[in-house]
C-alpha cells in the first residue's frame, strides 16, 4: 500500500525530491497581465473577475493543471481590482501555483 503524503506526493518519487516544475511563465510575465486586466477592470467600472475556465487559468497563473481534465476538480482566480489575487485549487497543485504565482492566498480542496 502506498501512502500518499499531504502534498499529493508519493514519497521517493521526482515530485517528493524536487518539488513541482518551474512554471512555463515567468513571475514578472504574470505581473505584467494581472496589471493590464486590472487597467480594463478599472475602464469598465468592474470590481472584481472571477476566473474558472482553464486558458484564464493558465494565463493569470502559469499554471497547467491536468485536474481541468476532471471535471469534478474545479480551479478558479479571484483578481480584485486592488488587493492581492486569490485561487482556489485542487490540493495537489498548491505548491506550484504557489511557486508560479508568489501569491499568499491560494487555498485547497480534496475530494
Not at 486569490?86 to 504557489?98: H, L, Q
Amino acid at each position: 500500500m502506498t501512502v500518499v503524503q499531504p502534498s499529493g506526493d508519493v514519497p521517493g518519487t521526482r515530485a517528493d525530491v524536487l518539488g513541482p516544475p518551474p512554471p512555463a511563465v515567468g513571475r514578472d510575465e504574470i505581473v505584467g497581465r494581472l496589471e493590464r486586466a486590472r487597467v480594463l477592470m478599472a475602464e469598465q467600472g468592474l470590481d472584481a473577475l472571477f476566473l474558472t475556465d482553464r486558458d484564464n487559468y493558465y494565463y493569470f497563473t502559469g499554471h497547467r493543471s491536468a485536474q481541468y481534465e476532471h471535471k469534478m476538480r474545479p480551479m478558479g482566480i479571484v483578481l480584485p481590482l486592488v488587493g492581492d489575487p486569490a485561487a482556489v485549487v485542487y490540493s495537489r497543485d498548491v505548491a506550484a501555483v504557489t511557486r508560479a504565482t508568489g501569491w499568499g492566498s491560494v487555498r485547497s480542496y480534496v475530494d
